[in-house]
Nanobody
Framework: QLVESGGGSVQAGGSLRLSCAAS????????MGWFRQAPGKEREGVAA????????YYADSVKGRFTISQDNAKMTVYLQMNSLQPEVTAMYYC?????????????????????WGQGTQVTVS
């Protein structure tokens, strides 16, 4: 089970930190990702972290502004989002997958992820 939190409404230029708390079983999946979906658009990958080594992946659109991190003791993954702009308004989803190598822990294909949270809304105005 994955439970997201931390979404909300902020003004442009503001920041939010999303959290994804995982159950023991889903956290054993070694790749945790964040995706987002805006109304009328396809779900797109934002960032991913290979929980074994902490290596990360970012979509080009968020590099330098978003940071994914983990707290293994809390089985929680975070997405720190800075310099937010209205175009990032979307429902943000946490997802988990098991991959064979850190090089494959990418948030570029939602179909690779078998576990999903319910989502948390981020609105930037």
């Amino acid at each position: 089970q994955l439970v997201e939190s931390g979404g909300g409404s902020v003004q442009a230029g503001g920041s939010l930190r999303l959290s994804c708390a995982a159950s023991g079983y889903t956290y054993s999946s070694n790749c945790m990702g964040w995706f987002r979906q805006a109304p009328g658009k396809e779900r797109e990958g934002v960032a991913a972290i290979y929980t074994g080594y902490g290596s990360t992946y970012y979509a080009d659109s968020v590099k330098g502004r978003f940071t994914i991190s983990q707290d293994n003791a809390k089985m929680t993954v975070y997405l720190q989002m800075n310099s937010l702009q209205p175009e990032v308004t979307a429902m943000y989803y946490c997802a988990a997958a098991h991959v064979g190598h850190s090089d494959y822990c990418l948030a570029d294909n939602a179909a690779d992820f078998g576990y999903w949270g319910q989502g948390t809304q981020v609105t930037v105005s």
